[in-house]
């Protein structure tokens, strides 16, 4: 595992001391690797969203009622798709 140095202040110092003694995190390096995992998804999760919306637009209009495609996307849910 690479090995960092970091800098944070007071404030983040603090509330990241808190997270370890309430147990929810056994050091602050597990602490700033969640932090670091879940941003990550997030952007991931944005850029799939980005990609989707941008992939509806260049898709063009439709013929289908709002009915029509409300019922395909609940298809759609309820295939896992």
Do not use: H, Y
């Not at 056994?26 to 992939?55: A, V």
């Amino acid at each position: 595992m690479a090995r960092q140095t970091i800098s944070v202040n007071e404030p983040n110092d603090r509330w990241m001391k808190q997270k370890i003694e309430e147990n929810e995190f056994s050091s602050k390096s597990e602490l700033i690797n969640d932090l670091i995992r879940r941003q990550r998804e997030q952007e991931e999760e944005r850029l799939l969203l980005r990609n989707e919306l941008i992939k509806g637009e260049n898709s063009g209009l439709s013929n289908k009622s709002m009915a029509e495609i409300l019922t395909e996307a609940k298809q759609r849910v309820k295939n896992g798709q």
